[in-house]
């Protein structure tokens, strides 16, 4: 796959949730949204990956000024996604 080729969309806000079975990341554009399941081996993979790029990306061009918040919870939960309710 040519990863130059693929349409691209700026991303605006990534949010994740879990439960004991899942992870869920819903990443928006506008008043659209897009919500990803993972299981927990595969979202720490992608912890991994992104932690590698980030920092590649800070030996090449320096350190991002960037705050993270935790505890900010989802609006959706992965309850709403499944409709289980639990």
């Not at 990863?3 to 659209?32: L, W």
């Not at 299981?39 to 000024?65: N, W």
Request: aromatic letters at 8%; charged letters at 20%; hydrophobic letters at 35%.
């Amino acid at each position: 796959m040519d990863f130059n080729k693929i349409p691209k969309q700026f991303c605006e806000n990534v949010v994740a949730g879990h439960s004991q079975e899942n992870f869920v990341v819903i990443m928006s554009v506008g008043e659209t949204a897009h919500a990803y399941a993972l299981t927990p081996p595969h979202m720490k993979r992608l912890v991994q990956s992104l932690s590698h790029q980030v920092a590649e990306y800070e030996k090449k061009f320096g350190v991002i000024d960037a705050k993270w918040s935790p505890g900010i919870e989802s609006p959706i939960q992965s309850k709403d996604i499944t409709g289980s309710g639990e």
